[in-house]
């Protein structure tokens, strides 16, 4: 069983950042691949940013240029650092990590970011 423990997340004014942390249980190596996803009321969960194992990112439109997706193998966590941050940020984040082999999607609990105007 996978464990992913997320935090870093709050309120902020817009122009703002923060930055979030998501804890894995085990290597990130054994994962495929680590993201983050955010869900906000009524809306359909969206991809964020993605790293895979071999270091590529991907991140959605609406981010790019104002978050970045990084990892730290010794601490098997994975960053999210936004900045510029707007309200229709505003969100649960989510981390993601799909395991290797079963490309199974294990999830985080979520982090609430509130960005206000």
């Known amino acids: 069983q996978v464990q992913l423990m997320e935090s870093g997340g709050g309120l902020v004014q817009a122009g703002g950042s923060l930055r979030l942390s998501c804890a894995a249980s085990?290597?990130?190596?054994?994962?495929?691949?680590m993201g983050w996803y955010r869900q906000a009321p009524g809306k359909q969960r969206e991809m964020v940013a993605t790293?895979?194992?071999?270091?590529?990112?991907n991140y959605a439109d609406s981010v790019k240029g104002r978050f970045t997706i990084s990892r730290d193998v010794a601490k098997k966590t994975v960053y999210l650092q936004m900045n510029s941050l707007k309200p229709e940020d505003t969100a649960v984040y989510f981390c993601?990590?799909?395991?290797?082999?079963?490309?199974?999607?294990?999830w985080g609990q979520g982090t609430q970011v509130t960005v206000s105007s």
């Open positions: 085990r290597s990130i190596f054994s994962f495929n691949a």
């Open positions: 993601q990590a799909r395991s290797i082999g079963t490309d199974y999607a294990n």
């Open positions: 790293v895979t194992n071999y270091g590529t990112t």
